[in-house]
């Protein structure tokens, strides 16, 4: 059956998060935005005051709360709200991919010194990395699992460890892209939601089976923790998406201007501050996307953008067109890394993925984000992934 598509944005009905379209042929994400142009967030922020109070350490013996962190995305913005604006003490914790850009170390250890926090930073074996990687390939056609899930599962384990119930998040993917849930259901984190949309089904037992050589000494680190240890410390994690009229453009600006943030211009995106700590992300791993799903990262911005009212959906489309067909930089350094070819790994992708892409130029390119002239080091192939980066010269 053909897909609906949005007549506002360009999403359409297939969408792997589900996406409903109305009888009017709007999109679920699109109704659900609709929502922050009629919130009173004057009073949702009231809630959070109230949410985060009981939190607060009283004798300053521990932290107030978890905040996961990157060298990109919103993180400088989810520490501003949590530590100039709540006035919280939060504990940082990262996990290392180990594919950093050098924007992004420089972006995390100003994050650090500018926020003036503690981090904790997960570095897990990297020959299980490699395994994970190798095999989350074979069987879910994504080299970003364990990305995804150790992104996901440290802030939770080192909430039960150091006792620390209070996890916050940014914006709730599954509300933001397709209206998933309203804002006032003030949707928290979940282990099933972790599971069936950040995983893709899989946890970390589910990768070891009798066909690979995986271990229990290459997945434990990214295992949830169980229900008894959650309720014991009453873990839970907020999206401050569900109290705050998100616009990650404006957040991003503002952040730039008032605590340095870097950006870096991509080849397959307009946008020119997500993921700019990783050098896979917007290169091979938005190729495995758009040969998986039909449509790569750029559509989400552009989504997005059109939303926010900053860009027409005709606009968008010549975007979309030229942005999606550029082929993707730094291939070889992945390749090498892992230690396969590149004809192996696309065997290996033909098998899960369902569309067939031809990588060509088309369209017209728009400098919709003029303010990031410079790739600030993020492709230079000569330097090589930063695999740990402890600090930089800021």
Known sequence: MTPLVCKRCLYTSDHPLGVYIDDQGICSGCRIHEEKDSLDWAFRWSRLEKLVKPYRSTDR????????????QDSYFILHIVKERLKLNPL????????????GIRNLANLRIRFNCD????????????????ETIR??????????????????????????????????QGVEQVGMFSHEHEVEMTRRYRKEHDLMGQE??????????????????????????LNEVGVRGIYLGNFIRWDPLAQHRQMVDMHDYQAARFTRTFDIYDYVDCFNYMNI?????????????????????????????????DL???????????????????GVDSRSFDFSLDSVCGHDIDFKSEGC????????????????????????GKGWPV
């Open 61 to 72: 013996r521990n932290y107030d709360c978890i905040v996961p962190v990157s060298g990109g």
């Open 204 to 229: 970390a037992d589910d990768l070891v089976t009798h066909f690979n050589t995986l271990t229990e000494s290459d997945i434990w680190q990214y295992r949830y923790p169980d229900d008894g240890a």
């Open 139 to 172: 069987q879910l056609g994504s080299i970003y699992w364990h990305c995804i899930a150790g992104q996901t599962v440290f802030p939770v384990q080192t909430a039960v460890r150091y006792k620390i119930p209070l996890i916050i998040w940014g914006a709730h």
């Open 365 to 388: 390119m728009s400098d919709f984000y003029p303010e990031a002239n410079d790739s600030l080091g993020v492709f230079d192939q000569n330097s090589g992934y930063i695999t740990i």
């Open 320 to 338: 979309v067109r030229y942005y999606e067909m550029q082929p993707s930089l730094s291939d070889s350094m992945f390749f090498d890394w892992l």
């Open 119 to 134: 981090i904790l930073i997960q570095n897990v074996n990297p020959v299980s990395v490699k395994k994970i990687v190798k």
């Open 92 to 103: 940082l914790v990262t996990y290392n991919k180990y594919w950093n850009t050098p924007v």
């Open 285 to 317: 791993h938005d190729r495995i996307k758009i040969k998986k799903h039909g449509f790569s990262k750029v559509t989400d911005h552009a989504c997005r953008e059109i939303r926010h009212g900053r860009l027409s959906r005709e606009h968008a489309v």
